[in-house]
């Protein structure tokens, strides 16, 4: 079953400390996204690239925050010195096209926890 | 911009009975609308999608969804819960406003189901 695959799928990090959220999208997808989703609430996008293009970065919190989907291997959800509002889960979608009426494929997210 | 606006974050109903879960959308230009399930500590999983073609969209595990442009509404209905169906549901809308395929969420509708 080729879905889209996050990892890890639970992580924890001390306060100060990088946390690095990996995706592999579906087999074929070319378009990944990613959404952060705090407690209580709905998912919110945060970015949307292509293979080593980011297309959108609109929802990406300025500081701290990068991401990346090189030529070779996953994409990268790359968070700096994290700090406890960080905490949340963290889910990558992907689809083939980048074109508003294709459905987006979820993973099973990243649950970032801050100590 | 675009926005979704789910009423009732909580919503119960018993076994067998009608499921109605509301949706109202806010957008500029002609949207393509999604209806998500997510299961505990699970991604997000699409039910249907409304993307200009009919506007009954039937969708996985009986439900369905009825576009009406009038009312700026898509609400996910189906006739006879069951257990299986308690899940948080999300509406979800796209549009191709500044490029990119970014999904706009609303906050969400827990269903409970009762015996």
Same mark, same amino acid.
């Given at each position: 079953?080729?879905?889209?695959?996050?990892?890890?799928?639970?992580?924890?990090?001390?306060?100060?400390?990088?946390?690095?959220?990996?995706?592999?999208?579906?087999?074929?997808?070319?378009?990944?996204?990613?959404?952060?989703?705090?407690? *209580? /609430?709905?998912? !919110?996008?945060?970015?949307?690239?292509? !293979?080593?293009?980011?297309?959108? /970065?609109?929802?990406?919190?300025?500081?701290?925050?990068?991401? /990346?989907?090189? !030529? *070779?291997?996953?994409?990268?959800?790359?968070?700096?010195?994290?700090?406890?509002?960080?905490?949340?889960?963290?889910?990558?979608?992907?689809?083939?096209?980048?074109?508003?009426?294709?459905?987006?494929?979820?993973?099973?997210?990243?649950?970032?926890?801050?100590? | 911009?675009?926005?979704?606006?789910?009423?009732?974050?909580?919503?119960?109903?018993?076994?067998?009975?009608?499921?109605?879960?509301?949706?109202?959308?806010?957008?500029?230009?002609?949207?393509?609308?999604?209806?998500?399930?997510?299961?505990?500590?699970?991604?997000?999983?699409?039910?249907?999608?409304?993307?200009?073609?009919? +506007?009954?969209?039937?969708?996985?595990?009986?439900?369905?969804?009825?576009?009406?442009?009038?009312?700026?509404?898509?609400?996910? +209905?189906?006739?006879?819960?069951?257990?299986?169906?308690?899940?948080?549901?999300?509406?979800?809308?796209?549009?191709?406003?500044?490029?990119?395929?970014?999904?706009?969420?609303?906050?969400?509708?827990?269903?409970?189901?009762?015996?």
């Amino acid at each position: 079953n080729a879905g889209v695959m996050q990892n890890p799928r639970h992580l924890v990090r001390r306060r100060g400390q990088e946390a690095r959220l990996r995706c592999s999208p579906m087999k074929g997808h070319s378009h990944v996204y990613w959404y952060r989703q705090l407690p *209580e /609430e709905g998912l !919110k996008f945060m970015v949307y690239l292509q !293979k080593e293009n980011i297309i959108d /970065e609109s929802g990406m919190p300025k500081e701290r925050f990068s991401a /990346e989907f090189p !030529k *070779e291997g996953p994409s990268i959800l790359r968070i700096q010195q994290v700090v406890r509002g960080d905490s949340a889960a963290y889910f990558c979608a992907s689809s083939p096209q980048g074109d508003s009426n294709q459905p987006q494929h979820f993973g099973d997210g990243t649950r970032l926890s801050i100590l | 911009a675009q926005s979704v606006t789910q009423l009732g974050s909580h919503v119960s109903v018993s076994e067998g009975a009608l499921v109605l879960l509301r949706c109202n959308y806010s957008s500029s230009v002609p949207p393509y609308l999604f209806w998500y399930v997510q299961y505990p500590n699970q991604g997000l999983q699409l039910l249907l999608k409304y993307t200009s073609a009919a +506007t009954l969209v039937k969708g996985i595990n009986g439900f369905e969804a009825e576009f009406k442009k009038s009312e700026t509404s898509f609400h996910l +209905t189906k006739p006879s819960a069951h257990m299986s169906d308690a899940a948080e549901y999300f509406c979800a809308v796209s549009a191709l406003e500044g490029g990119g395929n970014k999904l706009t969420f609303g906050t969400g509708t827990q269903l409970k189901v009762e015996l």
